[in-house]
């Protein structure tokens, strides 16, 4: 049986090869008795600037396992854990007809799990295969040109895919070691498995997303791009059919909807539809830049050692008078701010970083609760115009063409020392403005409050050095397409939401994990119905 051996420590710049003395020399064991070793997390240790340490947790066989547990058996940093069991998943026959809208996490994983199950489904994407996605981005970024279908937003692999490709989550899973081990079969670095904080990088994500693209295709799934849901059909009170495109007609007895949270014109094809939506609270703010060597400074102390990564952040506060909070989101080190506009006439900030986070600015956004009451409208669909508008005065801000209106963080807070030069990474370009002006009251100053403690917190956080740019919008869905404990929708069965777009999860991880549970509840069903043939 294997142990679980945490508390391992390395300083910074000593490699993993060290582990296997370090549990030597501190259980007084000979390099014999340990048979295997295997690092499974990996974290930095700040709290204490002067002695900043890597702590490590490692799976290993011993020579003497009963012997070593009598001894230590009561130390808190061992613990016998069973031997991983390999997942086995019973073969379905089936002819019954998947498919799956939406090539985001929530859709290619949902699409991976059902192969896993012998299901092969049909794989919608609005938008264009990666490659030819990151060539539109980046013609929007250097010259504003925006293609409503291949963005930031619209394309294979989601909005994830220009982000920082982080893979951390709340959720607690049994899925997330599936999830990791997957990534990295499909090309994520293969410490994506051990780190506490892990992170692809958009660089390396593009090239695992069109990885898991071919996996799907080699399982026998069909894979369609520039296909856009354009109606629901239905008989007897369930999915019967979608269309395409607004002319294709396919069949379809499961109907897996995973469209993304910018997929505006979806959400208004549910609601003529009758689908039950139901408004959500969401956050908007802006994005803020620092210099990365500032937040390095502020998280690991003056003359930090040179082998640690760039330091990130996360920071938050509640303000109790008004129930609303501020926090940072989607924070990129050694990354860049980009401009992530999906619709024609509005302009949207996001973050991203390369797998190297080589950058010398840090970024993330600083945004506060939004609540359905704050829409203006009972309308499901009232959030989507709430952005809208927000998104459409910073494009006017802005200059045209997609410029995001920007503004010192000092200036921002009416303080001294905000005026001077601009520096942003943002492209296309940028135009000097006042923020305030360009959100809802009650977010700016929930955003004024929230910093002046967040520099309580970290100390060199508010500066003349920080830059903020606007605005952000897209932090999740504005809404949820309500399901049932089946997973079903709640006024259409056979219709599966999934992911961050049906308001189900946030972020590249919970998103992907969505996805499996629902590929899970349709092969359940598909079994339950088998059964009942028989």
Not at 225 to 244: M, N, P, Q
Request: charged letters at 25%.
């Amino acid at each position: 049986m294997p142990l679980l051996i945490g508390n391992l420590i390395l300083s910074p710049g000593e490699g993993d090869e060290l582990l296997r003395e370090r549990l030597a020399a501190r259980f007084a064991l000979a390099g014999r008795d340990i048979l295997g070793l295997r690092l499974v997390r990996k974290s930095i240790d700040a709290r204490r600037k002067s002695r900043i340490v890597i702590v490590c947790t490692v799976e290993c066989l011993l020579a003497d396992e009963k012997g070593f547990l009598a001894r230590h058996g009561d130390d808190p940093d061992v613990r016998p854990i069973d031997a991983r069991k390999p997942s086995v998943f019973p073969q379905l026959a089936t002819g019954r007809r998947v498919v799956i809208v939406g090539m985001g996490p929530a859709g290619l994983f949902a699409a991976l799990r059902l192969a896993e199950y012998g299901i092969t489904s049909t794989v919608l994407e609005r938008g264009r295969p990666v490659e030819e996605r990151t060539r539109d981005v980046q013609a929007f970024w250097s010259r504003g040109e925006l293609d409503p279908e291949s963005n930031v937003q619209f394309g294979e692999g989601g909005a994830g895919t220009f982000s920082d490709g982080k893979l951390t989550t709340r959720v607690n899973d049994q899925n997330i070691t599936y999830v990791l081990e997957k990534l990295v079969a499909f090309g994520a670095p293969p410490e994506t498995l051990y780190l506490a904080k892990p992170h692809i990088g958009t660089d390396r994500l593009r090239r695992v997303v069109a990885g898991i693209r071919q996996g799907l295709l080699a399982a026998g799934c069909d894979v369609r791009f520039r296909s856009r849901l354009s109606d629901i059909f239905l008989r007897d009170g369930r999915v019967s059919a979608i269309a395409v495109n607004g002319s294709d007609e396919l069949a379809a007895d499961f109907l897996v909807l995973a469209p993304g949270h910018s997929a505006r014109d979806t959400y208004e094809l549910l609601d003529r539809c009758g689908v039950h939506l139901q408004a959500k609270p969401f956050a908007m703010g802006l994005r803020v830049e620092h210099p990365q060597a500032l937040i390095n400074g502020i998280q690991y102390g003056t003359g930090y050692h040179p082998a640690l990564p760039p330091a990130d952040y996360a920071l938050a506060h509640n303000d109790r008078s008004t129930g609303r909070s501020a926090y940072s989101f989607c924070m990129c080190p050694g990354g860049v701010v980009v401009a992530g506009s999906s619709e024609e006439g509005g302009v949207v900030t996001n973050g991203m970083s390369a797998y190297l986070r080589n950058s010398p600015f840090a970024n993330s956004a600083l945004v506060a609760t939004v609540r359905p009451d704050d829409f203006g409208s009972s309308s499901p669909l009232a959030g989507v115009e709430f952005q809208r508008q927000w998104e459409r005065r910073a494009f006017a801000a802005g200059g045209g063409g997609y410029g995001a209106p920007a503004q010192n963080l000092l200036a921002f807070l009416r303080m001294k020392g905000g005026r001077g030069a601009i520096r942003s990474s943002y492209r296309p370009g940028v135009n000097e403005a006042d923020l305030a002006e360009l959100l809802p009251p009650f977010v700016a100053e929930t955003l004024r409050d929230g910093v002046r403690h967040f520099d309580r917190k970290m100390r060199g956080f508010l500066t003349a050095e920080a830059t903020l740019t606007g605005v952000e919008t897209r932090t999740s869905a504005p809404l949820r397409i309500v399901r049932g404990e089946d997973l079903q929708s709640v006024s259409l069965p056979g219709l599966y939401p999934a992911g961050e777009g049906a308001g189900y999860a946030g972020g590249i991880m919970s998103a992907a994990l969505d996805g499996i549970r629902v590929a899970d509840a349709i092969a359940g069903q598909i079994t339950a119905e088998t059964r009942s043939v028989f």
